[in-house]
């Protein structure tokens, strides 16, 4: 039985971090304010909007409907390790979302590029409905969908060596 | 620290966590800890614990039991692990070829998040989506219904557009995608508690307040017969955002000819009742004929002729009049 907060070691962006959690904490919760990891937003907090989106072994999931003491042994990427970690260059798609205005007022970006990143690290060369499909499960309550899509579209070309810049 | 202290100060005991190994000691801490619940996915369960419309005692994890996640074929039939989730069903060759019915619902549950992490047992056990079952007390109203052990209904005189129209003692609808597929599939669910091992024909397995497993009690798996060679398919879902929503109401065929005449029919609609609905009215006008638009519109009319739509949501009917005639027809 375990009961009250307990020890448990979670794997972020490459870093192990050990730390206590209560066993009704969130992802979400634990990321961002036990580790201070706060470019994981929240806003429904019911599974509707994708804003808390992170990926748990690659696979876009909802970090505020998953319980942290569940994601032991699993490798976490939040937006914060999504940028090169020795240099701190822009992964590609947060390049064209900066250079291509791919953000309004940005609650929802953090998860528009970790759930793309999810989409061209299995496809790099998504149509136009691939990627509307993949991102169907993030709202953008600035309905700045045209330019979100523009961009992942610019950040396959890039990675896929066509272009340095968007 | 503020968002983690408060939801530990919102609930009233400690929470314990078990990981359970094996599908036994899952049943065993079950049944020593009432009040305990059963968590895979989380999707639903997480969110009601939110906000704390359920707040069980104890939650025993099951993604830490090995094997529980699968998808094989034999003679007999589909057979799909409980812990597999949604994804993997809508992305397998297997299931898209030869369960084409099941690969279409999985496909269309919610958004690519939800399909990540929602498992075949959690989609089938999900709770109903009724806002004023679901209302959190946090918000300072909250709705004691039938559903949790009250004496009214309060989407009967209130909003409840979304609600059933072959409603029961309670007129929420079962939100599953995967339930009507299933069902028209004569699909089988295992359970297992600590009497042993059941089996529950997934048409029987919904009440009108949720379903037949004990607290104690766990899908094991789903075993779907392998359809005739002969057997159409077909699923389609009415929804207002097509990215993410619940089912405004759904249906699920499978249709078996032989020379052009219908042997064989299960047409089973979802988000019109409290479990799949299966239209017998239906599947007997078309057996025996053969199919033509002005039969498929007779039993679209037929598979909605006993329905009783709430204040508000009459228009129900004719969406899924709609469903039934395409879903035989096209």
Redesign the interface.
């Known amino acids: 039985m375990i009961d009250g907060a307990i020890p448990v070691t979670l794997r972020v962006n490459g870093d192990d971090y050990q730390l206590e959690v209560e066993p009704q904490w969130t992802l979400a919760d634990t990321l961002r304010e036990r580790l201070g990891l706060t470019g994981t937003k929240m806003m429904c907090e019911q599974g509707e909007c994708g804003a808390c989106t992170v990926l748990i072994n690659g696979l876009p999931v909802l970090s505020c409907l998953t319980l942290a003491i569940e994601c032991q042994g699993m490798d976490i990427m939040t937006i914060e390790g999504v940028a090169d970690p020795q240099t701190g260059e822009l992964h590609p798609i947060q390049q064209a979302f900066v250079e291509r205005s791919g953000m309004q007022c940005g609650v929802c970006t953090p998860a528009m590029v970790l759930t793309a990143k999810a989409l061209l690290d299995e496809n790099d060369s998504p149509t136009e409905g691939d990627i509307r499909q993949a991102l169907a499960g993030n709202i953008c309550r600035c309905g700045n969908y045209k330019r979100i899509v523009e961009c992942v579209q610019v950040s396959a070309e890039m990675m896929r060596g066509g272009k340095a810049h968007a | 620290?503020?968002?983690?202290a408060e939801?530990?100060k919102g609930?009233a005991r400690?929470?314990?966590?078990?990981d359970a190994r094996s599908v036994e000691e899952a049943v065993s801490l079950l049944s020593q800890n009432p009040g305990a619940r059963i968590?895979a996915g989380?999707?639903d369960l997480?969110?009601l614990?939110?906000?704390q419309v359920i707040s069980p005692a104890a939650?025993v994890?099951i993604?830490t039991v090995p094997g529980l996640a699968y998808i094989r074929e034999d003679a007999q039939g589909l057979k799909i692990g409980p812990l597999t989730t949604i994804?993997q069903i809508a992305r397998s060759e297997t299931v898209r070829e030869r369960y084409p019915l099941v690969a279409q619902a999985a496909s269309v549950v919610?958004?690519?998040?939800?399909r990540?992490?929602g498992t075949l047992a959690g989609n089938l056990c999900q709770q109903v989506r009724c806002w004023y079952y679901r209302r959190s007390p946090v918000t300072g109203t909250s709705f004691f219904c039938r559903r949790k052990g009250g004496e009214r209904c309060y989407a009967v005189a209130g909003e409840n557009e979304h609600h059933a129209i072959f409603g029961d003692v309670c007129d929420a609808v079962c939100p599953s995608d995967l339930a009507p597929a299933l069902v028209a599939l004569q699909a089988v669910v295992r359970t297992a508690g600590p009497d042993g091992e059941r089996e529950v024909p997934l048409e029987h397995f919904y009440t009108p307040m949720g379903n037949v497993l004990q607290p104690d009690e766990m899908i094991t798996g789903i075993e779907v017969p392998a359809p005739s060679s002969n057997t159409r398919e077909r699923f389609l879902k009415f929804r207002l955002r097509?990215?993410?929503d619940f089912a405004i109401a759904s249906v699920a065929a499978a249709v078996t000819t032989e020379s052009g005449v219908v042997t064989d029919a299960r047409i089973v609609l979802g988000g019109v009742a409290p479990g799949p609905y299966r239209a017998v009215s239906a599947e007997e006008i078309i057996t025996g004929q053969a199919l033509s638009g002005s039969l498929a519109e007779t039993a679209a009319r037929a598979a909605l002729s006993g329905a009783s739509p709430l204040s508000k949501n009459a228009h129900k009917v004719p969406i899924a009049e709609a469903l039934v005639k395409r879903a035989l027809t096209r």
């Open positions: 620290m503020a968002r983690a939801a530990t609930t400690r929470l314990g966590h078990f968590i989380g999707v997480v969110a614990m939110k906000s939650l994890n993604k994804a919610g958004a690519a998040q939800v990540n992490m097509k990215a993410i």
